[in-house]
Each structure stands twice: as structure tokens, then as C-alpha cells.
Nanobody, 121 residues
Framework: QVQLVESGGGLVQPGGSLRLSCAASGTIFSINAMGWYRQAPGKERELVAVITRDGTTNYAESVKGRFTISRDNAKNMVDLQMNSLKPEDTAVYYC???????????????WGQGTQVTVSS
């Protein structure tokens, strides 16, 4: 069974940094795009950053220049380095990946359980 497990959330002061990590486990044939989404209270889930298997990245305008997404294909992991954090970055952050499980015959979308990031003084 394939699953995504996130780590690294927490409480940080404005201007601080956090690093989120997400590991995919299970019987995996291949992983395509991996990314991070976030959902703040009362708001819809939104894309934060995405990275393709070959390393092409895309960011939400609100995080450009502050967040950096990276991945390790050998370890099936994706990280999100968040710098210069602002109170408006407070949200539950979800890892997302397009995975081809060995037990399946197509790509499937998987989500992590979410990790809370709170930016407050």
C-alpha cells in the first residue's frame, strides 16, 4: 500500500524558517510530479509548489523567492524549505504525488495526512 508521510511542521515566528519533508513508501513503480498544497482555515486548498521528476519547478506567486521545493528521486522524497515566513503562511500543508503503484496499471494521486504550520509571534 502506497502512502505519503509528512514531517517538519510547527510553530515559528514571522521571518523564521521551517523545512517540510514528505516520504513516499510502499510498492512503487514510478513517481511523476510531487508537490505541496496548503489549506488555511475557511479557505480552499491551494497549490504551493510542484516539482516534476526531471526537476522542473513551479511556485505560487505568494511564495516565490521565499520557498524552495526539492526532491530526491532515489529516496522518493520531496522537501519544502520555507524562509521569511509570514503569518499568512499559516495553514495545514499537504504533500501530493502522482504515483504508479506496482499493484495498479495507471497513475494515481496520493495525499499525505497534513502537517500544521503556524507563523505567529
Amino acid at each position: 500500500q502506497v502512502q505519503l508521510v509528512e514531517s517538519g511542521g510547527g510553530l515559528v515566528q514571522p521571518g523564521g524558517s521551517l523545512r517540510l519533508s514528505c516520504a513516499a513508501s510502499g510498492t512503487i513503480f514510478s513517481i511523476n510530479a510531487m508537490g505541496w498544497y496548503r489549506q488555511a482555515p475557511g479557505k480552499e486548498r491551494e497549490l504551493v509548489a510542484v516539482i516534476t521528476r526531471d526537476g522542473t519547478t513551479n511556485y505560487a506567486e505568494s511564495v516565490k523567492g521565499r520557498f524552495t521545493i526539492s526532491r530526491d528521486n532515489a529516496k522518493n522524497m520531496v522537501d519544502l524549505q520555507m524562509n521569511s515566513l509570514k503569518p499568512e503562511d499559516t495553514a495545514v500543508y499537504y504533500c501530493n504525488a502522482a504515483i504508479w503503484p506496482k499493484s495498479y496499471n495507471n497513475w494515481r494521486t496520493y495525499w499525505g495526512q497534513g502537517t500544521q504550520v503556524t507563523v505567529s509571534s
